[in-house]
């Protein structure tokens, strides 16, 4: 839809500028306790407004709408602990989700310092 | 049982071609098919068919009536195929949610977005698709409703 405004498409481009991408971004702000579905929300944003010119503009003129995608970025450079659910408003997962979070748990290099502390009990 | 027998080997590979044959045979009958390319040969149906667009945002002859129609055909999806293509939100998100290859979500949103070119409704509806599909999902999910929007 928004490569519909941006090719020309009155209609999407009205809706999309004017209406959707507010949405979108409510959504996201909504559905910001979830680390992996902001980690693939925020990566298709940047890699859209990379290509899309009106995508750009628009949050170029919308910052305010966008800037707490900075602030979640800065509180959250690791993913959660599970440990640390009772405390925490951040969960890896949406309830009742499948998904498999063991490339981020065990394997990937950036919680090698947890895996260690979780193997040898020290958290 | 004496010595082993030179085999030959054209013999035996025409019996196994027979029971290959037979096999692919049986699973026609029986197994579900396969339909690797079923969503992007009925995308690409979609997209031949004419959009109704309003005169004043009509495109010139000639010109391709939409971002994502190819040769158009002349022919206007029955209600009877309207049924099957454009049924509630529910359904068309469950239809993206299990879009796992992303040619078939891209081929299923091109469809979807050159049906819904000229239709202020239809391009609500599209949203209305997106804003479930990131609500309901997870991260494995969600990237169709991202293709579509």
Partial sequence: ?123 | MGLPTPEDPNVKKSTLAIVKEKDRLAKLMTDRPQYMYLIETVASLVRCCTVDAPAQLAPAPGEPSTLYSIPDLGFRLSQDNLVLFNPDVQFITNLFMHAHKARAAVALSKAYVHYFFYDEAGVKKLFKIVRTGLEECDNDRIRPFLILF
């Avoid at chain 1, 999407?12 to 004017?18: A, D």
């Avoid at chain 1, 009742?96 to 260690?116: E, K």
């Fill in chain 1, 1 to 123: 839809m928004i490569e519909a405004g941006e090719a020309g498409s009155d209609l999407h481009r009205q809706y999309v500028v004017n209406k959707f991408l507010d949405n979108f971004f409510s959504l996201v702000e909504s559905q910001s306790g979830f680390f992996q579905w902001m980690e693939v929300v925020i990566d298709w944003v940047i890699k859209v407004t990379f290509r899309v010119p009106l995508m750009r503009d628009w949050m170029q003129q919308n910052a305010s709408r966008w800037a707490f995608l900075l602030d979640w970025l800065k509180q959250n450079p690791t993913p959660p602990m599970q440990q640390q659910y009772q405390d925490r408003v951040i969960r890896m997962n949406k309830p009742r989700s499948r998904v498999s979070t063991s490339a981020f748990r065990y394997n990937s290099r950036r919680n090698q310092a947890l895996c260690f502390y979780r193997k040898n009990s020290l958290i």
